[in-house]
């Protein structure tokens, strides 16, 4: 069964720093494009960022505050998240696929196959 785990979201003040993980298991990622979204209640799923082989894809509201990584070996991909902003607050999520708009315009990756994590949450007070 392939399963992709996201932690580290919790409550923090405006300002704050979270790193986020996502961890898979039943499926490798090297070679792999992963991509991290958020969705806040109420509001559309937007494209956070994507990491793609060594290549890094920010969206223009989260760039300069987030470095995505991965550690192949350890199955993971990690966002780094500083000076985090109340209207970052969103359940933030990993999966097989990327779609998001940057400053060169919209960078999408999909395969044949879709996986998704459950996201973790991330509250971000005044």
């Known amino acids: 069964e392939v399963k992709f785990v996201e932690s580290g979201g919790g409550l923090v003040q405006a300002g704050g720093s979270l790193r986020l993980s996502c961890t898979a298991s039943?499926?490798?990622?090297?070679?792999?494009?992963i991509g991290w979204f958020r969705q806040a209640p109420g509001k559309e799923r937007e494209g956070v960022s994507c990491?793609?082989?060594?290549?890094?894809h920010y969206a223009p509201f989260m760039e300069g505050r987030v470095t995505v990584s991965r550690d192949n070996a350890e199955n993971t991909v990690y966002l780094e998240m500083d000076d985090l902003q109340p209207e970052d607050s969103a359940n933030y999520y990993c999966?097989?696929?990327?779609?998001?708009?940057?400053?060169?315009?919209?960078?999408?990756?999909?395969?044949?196959?879709?996986?998704w994590g459950e996201g973790t949450p991330v509250t971000v007070s005044p």
């Open positions: 999966g097989t696929q990327c779609g998001l708009y940057t400053r060169d315009g919209y960078y999408s990756r999909v395969y044949a196959f879709n996986y």
């Open positions: 039943g499926f490798m990622i090297d070679g792999y494009a």
């Open positions: 990491i793609d082989n060594t290549e890094t």
